[in-house]
């Protein structure tokens, strides 16, 4: 059974930092895209970062470059998210996802999703 199980959100004030985990089971996923949608309310769930398993390749939605960084710990099957200079706007439920054929990942391009986990930024 694949499982995507997300930790690390939580309450930061505007301008600070916070790094979410994904810790993935249940199949092999070096030929995967993993990455990062956050939904905030009543709003559509939007791509923010992706990352290669095999080769360090990496993409961002425009709104988190500079700000946000995705790594992987192959030995630990688990991805991160730092998030640094944290904005009001990016408080969302975050969700890890991974996707066999796209980086800049799509909702419909997912194979595989985590529960989420909620940030929230108080300015």
């Known amino acids: 059974q694949v499982q995507l199980v997300e930790s690390g959100g939580g309450l930061v004030q505007a301008g600070g930092s916070l790094r979410l985990s994904c810790a993935a089971s249940?199949?092999?996923?070096?030929?995967?895209?993993m990455g990062w949608f956050r939904q905030a309310p009543g709003k559509e769930r939007e791509f923010v970062a992706g990352i290669r398993w095999s080769v360090s390749i990496t993409a961002y939605a425009n709104s988190v470059k500079g700000r946000f960084t995705i790594s992987r710990d192959n030995a630990k099957n688990t991805v991160y998210l730092q998030m640094n200079s944290l904005k009001s706007e990016d408080t969302a439920v975050y969700y890890c996802?991974?996707?066999?054929?796209?980086?800049?990942?799509?909702?419909?391009?997912?194979?595989?999703w985590g529960q989420g986990t909620q940030v929230t930024v108080s300015s």
């Open positions: 996802a991974a996707s066999r054929y796209r980086l800049s990942m799509t909702q419909d391009s997912v194979d595989y």
């Open positions: 249940g199949r092999t996923f070096s030929t995967y895209a």
